[in-house]
Nanobody, 121 residues
Framework: QVQLVESGGGLVQPGGSLRLSCAAS????????MGWYRQAPGKERELVAS???????NYADSVKGRFTISRDNAKNTVYLQMSGLKPENTAVYYC???????????????WGQGTQVTVSS
């Protein structure tokens, strides 16, 4: 009974910026990692960025220097600040969380519903 809800997607001009947010709620005991994936039309879903509880982050090579992932542990929320957006960044962006609940003793990955990011003039 965990829900991840993304927000912040939309249409933006090339070179513009967007900030995505993802809030996790439900029967959460703890969260290990949270991350952002994206899936462009006709392509497989790929990792964009992820961050651990201690804010250690990793990024896809294509977004390093332009995207920044951050996390507010108190709010169970992860953000993706995207700058210098390019048309090839157009995709549905999905939030993911590795979460332990009160029901399960093991870690479970949960997914948000996705938010559309379109970069076009």
């Amino acid at each position: 009974q965990v829900q991840l809800v993304e927000s912040g997607g939309g249409l933006v001009q090339p070179g513009g910026s967007l900030r995505l947010s993802c809030a996790a709620s439900g029967s959460i005991v703890s969260i290990d990692s949270m991350g952002w994936y994206r899936q462009a039309p006709g392509k497989e879903r790929e990792l964009v960025a992820s961050v651990l509880t201690g804010s250690r982050a990793n990024y896809a090579d294509s977004v390093k220097g332009r995207f920044t992932i951050s996390r507010d542990n108190a709010k169970n929320t992860v953000y993706l600040q995207m700058s210098g957006l390019k048309p090839e960044n157009t995709a549905v962006y999905y939030c993911n969380g590795k979460i332990r609940t009160g029901v399960l003793s093991s870690w479970t990955y949960y997914w948000g519903q996705g938010t559309q990011v379109t970069v076009s003039s």
